[in-house]
């Protein structure tokens, strides 16, 4: 099966801000490859994608964010990412050394999400 006709398991789709992000913030090829790869892992495994591929962050308990660790945790690169039901949203990608940064657009924007189409109590 190649994998442009492969069927994955659960639904992954990327806030809008958080495309923009990785467009023009991730300028290596081998990067931008790592976090695609890390998002097919999380298309995969969902709720089963272990450390250290990924890690729920410690104090954000009311947004439930989870850090994507693409090289499980080697790369630079992260994206956070919240579950809605059967869909995981990936809210903002930022270098791991801007991880406040990124962390206070995660939980903005996952805000965006929490009275609408996902939210998780109509599932």
Known sequence: MTSASK??????????????????????????????????KLRELGERLDPPHMKPLQGVAATALRELRPRQGRSDWRALYRRYGPIYVILAVDRHKNFSALVARGQERAARYGGGLLNPDKF
């Open 7 to 40: 069927s994955w398991p659960y639904a992954v789709i990327y806030d809008p801000d958080a495309v923009v992000e990785i467009v023009t913030a991730v300028k290596s090829k081998e990067e931008l490859r790592a976090i695609l790869n890390a998002v097919a």
